[in-house]
T-cell receptor, first 115, second 111 residues
Framework: DTAVSQTPKYLVTQMGNDKSIKCEQNLGHDTMYWYKQDSKKFLKIMFSYNNKELIINETVPNRFSPKSPDKAHLNLHINSLELGDSAVYFC??????????????FGPGTRLTVT | GEDVEQSLFLSVREGDSSVINCTYTDSSSTYLYWYKQEPGAGLQLLTYIFSNMDMKQDQRLTVLLNKKDKHLSLRIADTQTGDSAIYFCAESTSGTYKYIFGTGTRLKVLA
C-alpha cells in the first residue's frame, strides 16, 4: 500500500500552460505539505494544510494554488507555467504533534519540466 | 528567518565512517531530525534527537547535538555503497507548525 502517492510522476509541458499535480495520503494524517526541490536538491516548503486549513503559505507566486478537498488530498494547480517552475515537487503528510517529534512522509515526487 | 545549513558534498570509502554536519540558527528548536533521500525518491526519516539530549545511537547511526553551538552531526559507521544518497537535517519546534529542512549533503561512497 502506498502511503503518500502523487500523480503524475512526470509532467512535461510548454510555457504558459496550466497544470495540476494530485496528492493523496492513506495514513489518516491531518497535515499535508507541498515542497519544491530544485536542480541543486534544495528543498523549499511551499504550502501546508492542517485539517483542510492553510497554515503555511511561503513566498510563492500566486500562479500556484493549493486545494484540499478533504484531509486525505492536497492538489497543486499551477497557472501560466514558466521555465523556472521546472523542478521536482514533493507532497508530504504528517500527524502533527505539538509536543512530540513527528515524521513527515514523502511521496515519490513529480518531475515537472517546462519547455 | 531561520536557516539550516549543511555542506553540499561528502565522499568516503566503503567501510569508513561518514560524518555529516548541520548547523541551525533557531535556539527554540525542540527536535532535530535526519532524513535520507535516495535517487528518484522522496525523503525518509532515519532518526531524530530531542534538543535536551547530547547523543543518540541507533545501530550504525550516531547523532551528536551541541546545542550551545547549534551544531548537529550524523555519523554512519562502516559506510556501505547503499548509503550513497542525499542526507537532510531538519528541525521542528513544539507548539508551532515550524518544520525546516537543511540544504542537504550528497554522500558518495566509493567502493
Amino acid at each position: 500500500d502506498t502511503a503518500v502517492s502523487q500523480t503524475p510522476k512526470y509532467l512535461v509541458t510548454q510555457m504558459g500552460n496550466d497544470k495540476s499535480i494530485k496528492c493523496e495520503q492513506n495514513l489518516g494524517h491531518d497535515t499535508m505539505y507541498w515542497y519544491k526541490q530544485d536542480s541543486k536538491k534544495f528543498l523549499k516548503i511551499m504550502f501546508s494544510y492542517n485539517n483542510k486549513e492553510l497554515i503555511i503559505n511561503e513566498t510563492v507566486p500566486n500562479r500556484f494554488s493549493p486545494k484540499s478537498p478533504d484531509k486525505a488530498h492536497l492538489n497543486l494547480h499551477i497557472n501560466s507555467l514558466e521555465l523556472g517552475d521546472s523542478a521536482v515537487y514533493f507532497c508530504a503528510s504528517s500527524q502533527e504533534r505539538r509536543t512530540a517529534p513527528y515524521e513527515q512522509y514523502f511521496g515519490p515526487g513529480t518531475r515537472l519540466t517546462v519547455t | 528567518g531561520e536557516d539550516v545549513e549543511q555542506s553540499l558534498f561528502l565522499s568516503v570509502r566503503e567501510g569508513d565512517s561518514s560524518v555529516i554536519n548541520c548547523t541551525y540558527t533557531d535556539s527554540s528548536s525542540t527536535y532535530l531530525y535526519w532524513y535520507k533521500q535516495e535517487p528518484g525518491a522522496g525523503l525518509q526519516l532515519l532518526t531524530y534527537i530531542f534538543s535536551n539530549m547530547d547523543m543518540k545511537q541507533d545501530q550504525r547511526l550516531t547523532v551528536l547535538l551541541n546545542k550551545k553551538d547549534k551544531h548537529l552531526s550524523l555519523r554512519i559507521a562502516d559506510t556501505q555503497t547503499g548509503d550513497s544518497a542525499i542526507y537532510f537535517c531538519a528541525e521542528s519546534t513544539s507548539g508551532t507548525y515550524k518544520y525546516i529542512f537543511g540544504t542537504g549533503t550528497r554522500l558518495k561512497v566509493l567502493a
